[in-house]
């Protein structure tokens, strides 16, 4: 029992001390609970957030940047409050209190979820209605998202639109920027993308830029532009050799010749040799164009001292030398291009019409041969060796040539004359016969032909051919002497003296003054018994010759027979005062004579007998019969006197 009650007394102590503990805490509880809700001024620290579940603590004012697909949530809102008494969280739009008791995606939060859209929230932190302060949230797509809705949408347009909400958006964003210029090039809206190069290449000039821009100008078809374009990649950049070849390239299509000229020539100065060839043939094109022929020449001649192989170099020296007048080396170099080019028929036909010319007939042949192999059916081929094979005097093979041209033109009137010509000039009288007729068919008044055909027909004693040939001529040639001829004697010989007479008379028409033809004529009148216009014929042919004795001779004899006594005489007497001596004349005048002065005796007419024996003493003083009679007349005429009895 003692033990008992010395133990109650400690409970009591320590029931007493743990009170009066309590107390106190209750009491200190009391005033720091107090003192933390009313007796403080309020005071926001920072918010705690956990972001994809990494912590982030944010301080007045400051800003968080969110993707609306991030999961975020609020931890803990630090302020000076106990327990955060009133402490709440307000933002326009955004049910921001909902994060304090999940963590939720961001845009679930968001209006009509439209994440491509960029939101701002401005979180206020409130104890009732008193600001402490505010963080920022601001919401948005990352550009990846843009570029990658874009990548995913089928539709060009629809694309282009998102593309261009996403410049919007991002508008110094060099990503969207380029999908977009790309997106205008791959749909081919060349003016929207240039539209946009061209802003980005004013503000700032940029290699990449300018190339893209080029580019898109290239595919307008905007020279202008491309010009432009060049230019200014040139400014950026001197040494850009490429820009500068392209710059004088479109500059030449532009027929800005000159410019280009001049950005070709100073590229010379900057390139290798062994690169200056196609500059060298660019800019002697260039100067051939501008008339500059010596440059263009100079220009040629360079690039083909390092390209011997360039037909087309050769071929252009050869046009130039031709143009400022020096052949010869026209020649050489087109001679050297044709050697490159094998089937170049028609400068080997130049080549050797230049060389038939010059007289080199076997430079000529062999150009020919070579211009036949490759074309056996050229006309102009053929011709040229005709003449080549006519110079050499080949007749043969030129006859050859002939027939091979007319087989491939069968109705060429002057290749069937040539071989006509040459058959009749190698003795194939009866071939060439054959093509003079067939030519006649198409030329029937042609003389030429019509006197070969005489010609021939004389050599092959073909006399009524050759006859019907002269008849011909005549009508075609009518003042041709020598095809009346002919008729003379082909006539003559038949005695058609009728006919001779109307193709003699004929004649007369178209040579009036032509003796032979009235010989002719007076021969043909003498063999029909025409003697009066025989002896009229003689007569217009003495007007000519006065002093043709063997024609007077004819006429008096003619006159004789005529029994013209007197204009026999007075004939007769033409020719002895011609030809004195003419023993034939003299005869006939001195019978005569003595005829009529014995007719005059016995018609005792004494005085005219007398001076007709005086008369034909005059030309023969020893003239027997007439010496008598004068003497015998006289004795009786003079003691008359003068008077006839």
Known sequence: MTSNNRRRPRRSRKVFWFTIFLSVLIVFAAWWLWSGIYNVSPRFNFILIEKNEQPLRLLNGEVLQLHPNERIRIKK??????????????????DVNALLYDNLTFATLLPNRDIFHKYKFRVAVKRFNLDLGHLDLVVEPHIEDWLDK?????????????????????PNDDRIRDKLIETYKSQK?????????????????????????????????????IILALRMLIDLDSNNLDAQLQLASALEKEKRIKEAITIYEQLLTKVKNEDSLPLNKTLGFLYSKTGQTKKAIASYLKAADVDKKDVNLFYNLSFLYEKSGQKERADFFLAKAVGLETGDVENRLKLAERALQKGRLKEAEKYLSEVLKLKPDSVRGLSLLAKVKEKQGDKGKLKQTYRKLLYLDPKNETLIYNLGVL??????????????????????????????????????????????????????????????????????????????????????????????????????????????????????????????????LQIATLQEKKEKQDETLKTYKKILDISPNHSEAKKAYLRLMLQQAK?????????????????????????????EAYLRLRLKVLPVGSKES
């Open 423 to 552: 058959e009749h000039e190698t003795g194939n009288l009866n071939s060439s016969v054959s093509y003079f007729k067939k030519y006649l068919k198409s030329h029937p008044k042609d003389v030429q032909v019509h006197g070969f055909l005489f010609d021939i027909y004389q050599k092959q004693k073909k006399a009524d051919m050759a006859f019907r040939e002269a008849q011909i001529l005549t009508l075609l040639s009518p003042k041709e002497m020598k095809y009346y001829s002919h008729m003379f004697g082909y006539l003559n010989r038949r005695a058609e003296y009728e006919k001779m007479v109307g193709v003699m008379k004929t004649g007369l028409k178209s040579l009036p003054n032509n003796l032979n033809l009235r010989q002719y004529l007076v021969v043909a009148y003498l063999k029909t018994g025409d003697e009066d216009l025989a002896l009229g014929e003689m007569k217009k042919i003495l007007e000519k010759r006065q002093k043709d004795v063997t024609l007077l």
């Open 599 to 627: 007719t005059e005796e016995q018609e005792e007419k004494y005085k005219k007998a007398l001076e007709s024996y005086k008369m034909i003493l005059d030309i023969s003083p020893t003239h027997e019969e007439a010496s």
């Open 189 to 225: 809206k060349w003016k929207q993308a240039a539209l946009m190069l061209e802003k980005i290449a004013t503000e700032t000039p940029d290699q990449k830029i300018l190339y893209n821009l080029l580019q898109v100008y290239e595919a307008m078809s905007d020279r202008e532009g």
């Open 150 to 170: 874009a990548a995913r949408t089928i539709d060009g347009g629809r694309k282009i639109k998102i593309l261009v909400q996403a410049r919007e958006f991002a």
């Open 77 to 94: 809102i630090s302020t000076n409050i106990r327990f955060n008494h009133g402490i709440r969280l307000i933002a326009r739009g955004l």
